[in-house]
């Protein structure tokens, strides 16, 4: 019982995921679905709000634009690559999105009415960057973000390695029958209820769109 199923675990290193072999600077990427395709997009507008927001800020409050400055670098750093890489994709699979993200950015600058912001919310939004370059991002955007990250893509064990984490307890489990287990796996995978009566929990890659998972039992 206190085990991973050893036939998932086979699958697991022999299977790799559908890609599709990328031209220019994109690495092979996973193949995309619609669902796929919308949290990318809302990914890409998650980090176009925060650097718009970043920059219409700073021009309203000189002061704390260094520290804004500063902030988003340090998230650039770490996630950057990924918005990139996921417009890039979208650009060369999804017939509409060159043609609509002119205005969706439009869009996301006239929804900014900096006059409403006081110093001490700019404040609170530096932390909430610094917390965001920590991973501290809500889902499915996170997981977009992981997904894609070129680096990951290429070297996927790095995102394990770099502590984006994940641990499912099976304590307090009513398929568990009492065994107490713990797994750890990337958090841009996703756990769901095993289908039949003795499986435990699947955990799928690419937030449960993948073709690698891990079956515990």
Known sequence: MQKILLKSVIILLLIKPAVILAEG?????????????????????????QSISVKQLSEK?????????????????????????????????????????????????ASFDNNLVTAEQVKQFIDEIDNRSKGVIPSPILESLLIY???????????FSQGYIETFHTIGHPKAKGVDFKIEYPKSWRPQEGKRPNVVQTIVSENGRGLESIVLV
């Open 25 to 49: 600077n994109l690495p092979p990427y996973p193949a995309i679905t619609n669902a796929g395709a919308r949290e990318m997009a809302q990914a890409y507008v998650y980090y176009m709000g």
């Open 61 to 109: 409050l000189p002061k704390l634009a260094s520290e804004l400055n500063r902030a988003q670098l340090g998230f650039d750093r770490i996630f950057k690559s990924a918005v990139e890489t996921i417009d890039l994709i979208l650009s060369k699979d999804n017939n509409h999105w060159s043609k609509d993200k002119p205005q969706l950015l439009r869009d996301i600058e």
């Open 149 to 159: 990250k070129p680096a990951f893509i290429r070297y996927p064990a790095d995102e």
